[in-house]
T-cell receptor, first 112, second 114 residues
Framework: QKEVEQNSGPLSVPEGAIASLNCTYS??????FFWYRQYSGKSPELIMS????GDKEDGRFTAQLNKASQYVSLLIRDSQPSDSATYLC????????????FGQGTILTVHP | ETGVTQTPRHLVMGMTNKKSLKCEQH?????MYWYKQSAKKPLELMFV???????ENNSVPSRFSPECPNSSHLFLHLHTLQPEDSALYLC?????????????FGEGSRLTVL
């Protein structure tokens, strides 16, 4: 049973702080990792993808991957109230394209 | 029309009804998916259609029946559903190579089974 586990949350941070979201996965064959953001009442939207060990930065977002530890994280710098949402971590095997295994999500609240 | 569109956005049905959910993607992708999102549970893959394969999650009951007439359209036919099938049903599309795991979701169809 492939599983993706996320820190349970909810996570509350003040505006301007760094929000840290964590995820572990059980399938060592997983090769692609994704962070989706889901606002309340909306569908998920992709914000980051990462495929190799190390860090990947995109604006205020940094994804980190450590395959040896089977660990993925998302850092959000200078958090804004508009970042308040549920963040979904997902993993896929090498030939699995969009057949993703999702975590249960972490609710993030950024308060002014 | 752009992106992935789903209809209807909301559906209420009795356990004896038959209804269908429709999805259309305008992104030129070659794979389409149905995912189910229930309260307090992770997103769950139900079905995948691509040029290479059709994949089913074996845990999906036969009262859910997918249909994919071409690479741009996907249906989910519903019959004799149970109240526990009430959920948000999300259609998504992607490529099957390159940035293949990057799903583009529709807005979802909120299903309530009475």
């Amino acid at each position: 049973q492939k599983e993706v586990e996320q820190n349970s949350g909810p996570l509350s941070v003040p505006e301007g702080a760094i929000a840290s979201l964590n995820c572990t996965y059980s399938d060592r064959g997983s090769q692609s990792f994704f962070w989706y953001r889901q606002y309340s009442g909306k569908s998920p939207e992709l914000i980051m993808s990462i495929y190799s060990n190390g860090d990947k930065e995109d604006g205020r977002f940094t994804a980190q991957l450590n395959k040896a530890s089977q660990y993925v994280s998302l850092l959000i710098r200078d958090s804004q109230p508009s970042d308040s949402a549920t963040y979904l971590c997902a993993a896929a095997g090498g030939t699995s394209y969009g057949k993703l295994t999702f975590g249960q999500g972490t609710i993030l609240t950024v308060h002014p | 029309e752009t992106g992935v569109t789903q209809t209807p956005r909301h559906l209420v049905m009795g356990m004896t009804n038959k209804k269908s959910l429709k999805c259309e993607q305008h992104l030129g992708h070659n794979a389409m998916y149905w995912y189910k999102q229930s309260a307090k549970k992770p997103l769950e893959l139900m079905f995948v259609y691509s040029l290479e394969e059709r994949v089913e999650n074996n845990s999906v009951p036969s009262r859910f029946s997918p249909e994919c007439p071409n690479s741009s359209h996907l249906f989910l036919h519903l019959h004799t559903l149970q109240p526990e099938d009430s959920a948000l049903y999300l259609c998504a599309s992607s490529q099957t190579s390159g940035r293949a795991g990057e799903l583009f979701f529709g807005e979802g169809s909120r299903l309530t089974v009475l």
